[in-house]
C-alpha cells in the first residue's frame, strides 16, 4: 500500500512539476511575440506527443490541457460565444458560464490528437495592431493543409487568445450560432444547464 501510494503522489509531482516548466516556458518571457507564445505551445505539444501512438495516457492528455489551453484567454472567449446574451447575465451567471464552458472546451481539446501531429507546421508573419495580433498558422499532413488563425490581445503583459479561425470559421461563432439556437427554442438556463449535464458525462 505504501508503494502504491508513493507511485502515485510521485506521478502527480512529476505533472505537476511538468505543467509548471511549460506554463513558464510560454509566459515566463512578457516581451514574447503572439508568434513566439504559439510556436512555444506547439513545440510543448510535440514534445508530450512524442513517440505516443493514439493510446494516450491519462497523464499526458492532463499535461496536454495545461499546455494546449495555457493560452486561451477563456473569459473574453466566453463573452464572444455568448454574444449579446453575455449583458444580460449576472456576475455570477458569467463566472459560472465561464468555468463551465471552459472545462468542456479542455475536455474537447484532448479528444482528437492527431490534429496535433502534423508533418510540417509554417508559421506567418503576425499582423500586430497596438494591443491585438493575428498569427496564422498552415498546418500540412497528408498532403493535406489546414489554416489557422490565432486571434490574439494583450492582457497586463500577456498575448492571449481569444478566438481561432480553422479554415475560415471562427471558433466563438461557431459556438454563439449554437448557443443562440439554443436559447431560442428554451432559454439561458435550459442551455447552461445542457452544458453542466454534458461536462457530468465526461
Same mark, same amino acid.
Request: with cysteine; hydrophobic share 40%.
Given at each position: 500500500m505504501k508503494k502504491i501510494i508513493h507511485t502515485t503522489l510521485s506521478t502527480v509531482m512529476c505533472f505537476l512539476v511538468f505543467s509548471v516548466i511549460f506554463s513558464n516556458q510560454i509566459f515566463a518571457d512578457s516581451e514574447k511575440s503572439p508568434v513566439e507564445i504559439i510556436k512555444a505551445r506547439n513545440q510543448a505539444v510535440d514534445v508530450i506527443l512524442k513517440g505516443t501512438d493514439d493510446n494516450v495516457s491519462a497523464e499526458r492528455k492532463e499535461q496536454l490541457k495545461v499546455v494546449i489551453n495555457g493560452i486561451l484567454d477563456f473569459r473574453e472567449l466566453s463573452r464572444r460565444a455568448l454574444g449579446k446574451h453575455w449583458k444580460d447575465r449576472s456576475d455570477q451567471e458569467k463566472s459560472d458560464f465561464v468555468d463551465v464552458f471552459s472545462r468542456l472546451i479542455k475536455n474537447s481539446s484532448v479528444k482528437k490528437l492527431e490534429v496535433y501531429k502534423v508533418d510540417r507546421l509554417v508559421y506567418e508573419k503576425p499582423e500586430i495592431n497596438g494591443k491585438k495580433a493575428k498569427?496564422?498558422?498552415? =498546418?500540412?499532413?497528408?498532403?493535406?493543409?489546414?489554416?489557422?488563425?490565432?486571434?490574439?490581445?494583450?492582457?497586463?503583459?500577456?498575448?492571449? +487568445?481569444?478566438?481561432?479561425?480553422?479554415?475560415? +470559421?471562427?471558433? =466563438?461563432?461557431?459556438?454563439?450560432?449554437?448557443?443562440?439556437?439554443?436559447? =431560442?427554442?428554451?432559454s439561458y438556463k435550459e442551455m447552461y444547464d445542457t452544458l453542466v449535464r454534458r461536462l457530468a458525462e465526461k
Amino acid at each position: 500500500m505504501k508503494k502504491i501510494i508513493h507511485t502515485t503522489l510521485s506521478t502527480v509531482m512529476c505533472f505537476l512539476v511538468f505543467s509548471v516548466i511549460f506554463s513558464n516556458q510560454i509566459f515566463a518571457d512578457s516581451e514574447k511575440s503572439p508568434v513566439e507564445i504559439i510556436k512555444a505551445r506547439n513545440q510543448a505539444v510535440d514534445v508530450i506527443l512524442k513517440g505516443t501512438d493514439d493510446n494516450v495516457s491519462a497523464e499526458r492528455k492532463e499535461q496536454l490541457k495545461v499546455v494546449i489551453n495555457g493560452i486561451l484567454d477563456f473569459r473574453e472567449l466566453s463573452r464572444r460565444a455568448l454574444g449579446k446574451h453575455w449583458k444580460d447575465r449576472s456576475d455570477q451567471e458569467k463566472s459560472d458560464f465561464v468555468d463551465v464552458f471552459s472545462r468542456l472546451i479542455k475536455n474537447s481539446s484532448v479528444k482528437k490528437l492527431e490534429v496535433y501531429k502534423v508533418d510540417r507546421l509554417v508559421y506567418e508573419k503576425p499582423e500586430i495592431n497596438g494591443k491585438k495580433a493575428k498569427v496564422t498558422t498552415i =498546418a500540412y499532413k497528408d498532403r493535406k493543409q489546414v489554416e489557422i488563425v490565432y486571434k490574439m490581445h494583450l492582457v497586463d503583459t500577456q498575448w492571449l +487568445v481569444y478566438d481561432m479561425d480553422i479554415d475560415g +470559421v471562427s471558433t =466563438a461563432r461557431n459556438y454563439r450560432d449554437s448557443f443562440y439556437k439554443k436559447i =431560442a427554442k428554451s432559454s439561458y438556463k435550459e442551455m447552461y444547464d445542457t452544458l453542466v449535464r454534458r461536462l457530468a458525462e465526461k
